[in-house]
């Protein structure tokens, strides 16, 4: 009974907890991606460890944008496919910037330059900072929600 009370105090909690289960389903989707990018530009080439982290952040990137506009949130309001690519690119160029930063401050700050602790800093402190930023900004910017009563846009007439 204190949950019904609860869910009916905060009755858009269920649909938060459903897009929070869908962005993170097409996360992990995308964080596979990125660790295996990642870990094989590092073992196939003798490239800086940060060249591999970006080229393997893109990657993801790409599978996150298909994942989370027609997945995630394709009941949200439809704003232009060409603006929310570029939102989703600069937000997801932000979030990078998060994940280097915590690998670049465990690598020349504190000098940890292992594969084990540049997959922590990079691919579970830095992806994890950026997760939370990249779901904020997907929510608020990229894809707003609907104004109440609002339907889709209707289709453009000759």
């Known amino acids: 009974m204190a949950v019904r009370q609860f869910l009916d105090r905060h009755p858009r909690l ?9 962005f993170g389903s097409v996360g992990a989707g ?3 991606v990125q660790l295996a990018v990642t870990n094989l530009l590092w073992a196939l080439t003798d490239r800086h460890v940060l060249v591999g982290q970006v080229i393997g952040t893109v990657c993801a990137i790409a599978v996150a944008f298909v994942g989370n506009r027609f997945w995630t949130f394709a009941d949200r309001a439809r704003t232009g496919y060409g603006r ?3 939102l989703f690119l600069v937000m ?4 990078m910037l998060i ?4 690998q670049a401050f465990s690598l020349y700050v ?4 292992g594969p084990l602790a540049q997959n922590i800093a990079g691919n579970v402190v830095g992806v994890g900072l950026g997760t939370l930023f990249r779901f904020f900004s997907y929510r608020t910017w990229v894809f707003p929600e609907r104004p109440r009563g609002a339907g889709e846009r ?5």
């Open 30 to 32: 995308a964080y596979v």
């Open 84 to 86: 929310e690519t570029v």
């Open 92 to 95: 997801n160029g932000i979030g």
């Open 14 to 22: 269920p649909a938060l907890v459903r897009e929070v289960g869908k």
């Open 99 to 102: 994940q280097l930063g915590c």
């Open 110 to 113: 504190l000098g940890f330059d």
């Open 154 to 158: 209707p289709a453009k007439t000759p």
